[in-house]
């Protein structure tokens, strides 16, 4: 059975330091890999996926992940935060697309 | 991208009673998908919709609880009957991006709150 593991419930930063938000999967056949963000009151909003190709896949508002098949782990980063990207992110995983399996999600506060 | 949209936006109830929450996408699509996310919690599917067939729902949530129609390819409602307080969640619907589609867009949610 698939399942996602976020390492961290809250991550604490200060305004232009890196974000590192921690993502492992379990999978039996290779998986696709999406980041959604969740404002507060909103809908989720997809940041990026992995589905295949390249390792390293670039999303909106700066953010990037990488798929490391031998590690099991699609970590989200960006190398400067910004007070707007304070909000709760959540890692997913499939085996097609659909029927997403969620992580219990972390919630990123930026400083200034 | 679609676009969604949900109401209610939210809505207070009582024990007992039952919400029905409407999703409408601006474009058909085949899959509709129904979420619960439970207070300081992740999402969890509850069912998935196709149009002209029954919802399939996943393991510990059944029809009598939350059924769901889906009549046209753009609409969908999910009802939670016989509120009770651990049903307070927000309700979100997500549809695919059509046929092979692997991402899902979501709708803004409804947050439900039983007293």
């Known amino acids: 059975a698939q399942s996602v593991t976020q390492l961290g419930s809250h991550v604490s930063v200060s305004e232009g330091a890196l974000v590192l938000l921690r993502c492992n999967y379990s999978?039996?056949?290779?998986?696709?890999l999406f980041w959604y963000v969740q404002y507060p009151n909103q809908g989720l909003q997809l940041l990026l996926k992995?589905?295949?190709?390249?390792?390293l896949v670039k999303g909106i508002n700066g953010f990037e992940a990488e798929f490391k098949k031998s590690e099991t782990s699609f970590h989200l980063t960006k190398p400067s935060a910004h007070m707007s990207d304070a909000a709760e992110y959540f890692c997913?995983?499939?085996?097609?697309?659909?029927?997403?399996?969620f992580g219990k999600g972390t919630t990123l506060s930026v400083s200034s | 991208s679609a676009v969604i949209s949900q109401k209610p936006s939210r809505d207070i109830c009582q024990r007992g009673t039952s919400l029905t929450i409407q999703c409408q996408v601006d474009?058909?699509?085949?899959?509709m998908f129904w979420y619960r996310q439970q207070p300081g919690q992740s999402l969890t599917l509850i069912a998935t919709?196709?149009?002209?067939?029954?919802?399939?729902?996943e393991s510990g949530f059944v029809i009598d609880k939350f059924p769901i129609s889906r009549p046209n390819l753009t609409f969908s409602t999910l009802t939670v009957s016989n509120l009770s307080p651990e049903d307070s969640s927000i309700y979100l619907c997500?549809?695919?991006?059509?046929?092979?589609?692997?991402?899902?867009?979501f709708g803004p949610g409804t947050r439900l709150t039983v007293l």
């Open positions: 997500s549809v695919d991006a059509g046929p092979g589609a692997d991402t899902q867009y």
């Open positions: 999978s039996s056949v290779p998986p696709y």
């Open positions: 992995y589905t295949t190709g390249a390792t």
């Open positions: 997913a995983v499939s085996d097609t697309g659909t029927a997403l399996i």
């Open positions: 474009s058909q699509v085949t899959m």
């Open positions: 919709a196709n149009q002209g067939s029954e919802a399939t729902y």
